[in-house]
T-cell receptor, first 111, second 111 residues
């Protein structure tokens, strides 16, 4: 089954404690991206990757890092989380027609 | 001003009613228009995709694009309780895979 898998689905952490949200896709897509979803603001792109070792900033990259060492994996790293990064995060991979395939989301709370 | 504005809702309609969802945009370079559906605690999934002005039908769903007015709509006929979800419009220029999303409209169809 074609899917995008992200973990953890739910996480509560404290300010400053580094965390990583993993993302993996099994569709051999080259383009992957991370979004955050906040009420009233919709989905905003954090980072994207056009291929292995090629990443670039989206619209709201501050406080986040990513890496793309393998085609299937695209982890999101919060080096020093802050409360304003409390949000619902989605990883997505993009098919040849431009359709985004989303993971089920990771709800992060930073205290 | 946001690049994509979506009627915020929420909308509550009786079963069988027609649901009308709308988005306006400011970027005249947008060429591809999509509607995503997002069920509670799930990632968005592609519902409709179109790249030309006019109407596109898929079962009970009709997507309408008016590029001259920078306005897109989604109509759901004979709405069902299973249509209860958040609907997100999205659009792109087509020269890359970057999408701009509306904030989403939450629809509840009452049985």
């Amino acid at each position: 089954e074609a899917q995008v898998t992200q973990n953890p689905r739910y996480l509560i952490t404290v300010t400053g404690k580094k965390l990583t949200v993993t993302c993996s896709q099994n569709m051999n897509h080259e383009y992957m991206s991370w979004y955050r979803q906040d009420p009233g603001l919709g989905l905003r792109q954090i980072y994207y990757s056009m291929n292995v070792e090629v990443t670039d900033k989206g619209d709201v990259p501050e406080g986040y890092k990513v890496s793309r060492k393998e085609k299937r994996n695209f982890p999101l790293i919060l080096e020093s989380p802050s409360p304003n990064q409390t949000s619902l995060y989605f990883c997505a991979s993009t098919g040849a027609t431009g359709e985004l395939f989303f993971g089920e989301g990771s709800r992060l709370t930073v205290l | 001003q946001k690049e994509v504005e979506q009627d915020p809702g929420p909308l509550s309609v009786p079963e069988g009613a027609i649901v009308s969802l709308n988005c306006t945009y400011s970027n005249s370079a947008f060429q591809y228009f999509m509607w995503y559906r997002q069920y509670s605690r799930k990632g968005p999934e592609l519902l409709m995709y179109t790249y030309s002005s006019g109407n596109k039908e898929d079962g009970r769903f009709t997507a309408q694009v008016d590029k001259s007015s920078k306005y897109i709509s989604l109509f759901i006929r004979d709405s069902q309780p299973s249509d209860s979800a958040t609907y997100l419009c999205a659009m792109s220029e087509g020269n890359d895979y970057k999408l701009s999303f509306g904030a989403g409209t939450t629809v509840t169809v009452r049985a």
